[in-house]
């Protein structure tokens, strides 16, 4: 079965930078291109931005332009999200989440775990 | 950005109850909506894509509908399991957006 097993919790400082990994199995990984969402506590989903593992090509949503960086390693299966300059506001609930139709415009599905990431001094 | 604005809010039901709720566009996005569940400290679940396609497992119970710009997603009889927050999205163009949420509470 597809699953998106994603890193654990992590504890920033204002400033600094955090990187989520979302490690993929069950399906082919270069063929379904994968997206990073957020949910900041008691609050909506926000969505990041996508990769497509098999070029690496990238489009991230405008509010994190500059901000936001995301990778993946094909020889383990992964995409990374990394993002710096953070801030208290940046403390939420990060989501992998496949795309639900190759190459398409489409829905989420289905989704990690989730990884928070608290922004604390 | 296309905005979606999600009605009511939050509502109490009591099970068996019929549940409706609406999911509006700020423009046209034809059927290219999906609907999600979310309960407290679970990753979102996809019920609904296609405005109105059964994800499969997903209970009969839920059924989704709508096309433009207004949508709704209804619960035939509320089951205890269906007590959750719900979430449609569009994916009609980037960025990728979602509505506010209904929470639905035990009456």
């Known amino acids: 079965q597809v699953q998106l097993v994603q890193s654990g919790a992590e504890v920033k400082k204002p400033g600094a930078s955090v990187k989520v990994s979302c490690k993929a199995s069950?399906?082919?990984?270069?063929?379904?291109?994968m997206h990073w969402l957020r949910q900041a506590p008691g609050q909506g989903l926000e969505w990041m931005g996508i990769?497509?593992?098999?070029?690496?090509?990238?489009t991230y949503a405008q509010k994190f332009q500059g901000r936001v960086t995301m990778t993946r390693d094909t020889s383990t299966s992964t995409v990374y999200m990394e993002l710096s300059s953070l801030r208290s506001e940046d403390t939420a609930v990060y989501y992998c989440?496949?795309?639900?139709?190759?190459?398409?415009?489409?829905?989420?599905?289905?989704w990690g775990r989730g990884t928070l990431v608290t922004v604390s001094s | 950005a296309i905005q979606l604005t999600q009605s009511p809010s939050s509502l109490s039901a009591s099970v068996g109850d019929r549940v409706t709720i609406t999911c509006r566009a700020s423009?046209?996005?034809?059927?290219?909506l999906a609907w999600y569940q979310q309960k407290p400290g679970k990753a979102p679940k996809l019920l609904i894509y296609?405005?109105?396609s059964l994800e499969s497992g997903v209970p009969s119970r839920f059924s989704g509908s709508g096309s433009g710009t207004d949508f709704t997603l209804t619960i035939g009889s509320l089951q205890p399991e269906d007590f959750a927050t719900y979430y449609c999205?569009?994916?009609?163009?980037?960025?990728?957006?979602f509505g506010g949420g209904t929470t639905v509470e035990i009456k």
């Open positions: 989440a496949r795309e639900g139709v190759v190459g398409a415009l489409d829905w989420f599905d289905p």
């Open positions: 069950g399906y082919t990984f270069t063929t379904y291109y």
């Open positions: 990769i497509n593992p098999s070029g690496g090509s990238t």
């Open positions: 423009q046209g996005i034809s059927s290219a």
């Open positions: 296609d405005a109105s």
């Open positions: 999205q569009q994916f009609n163009s980037y960025p990728l957006t």
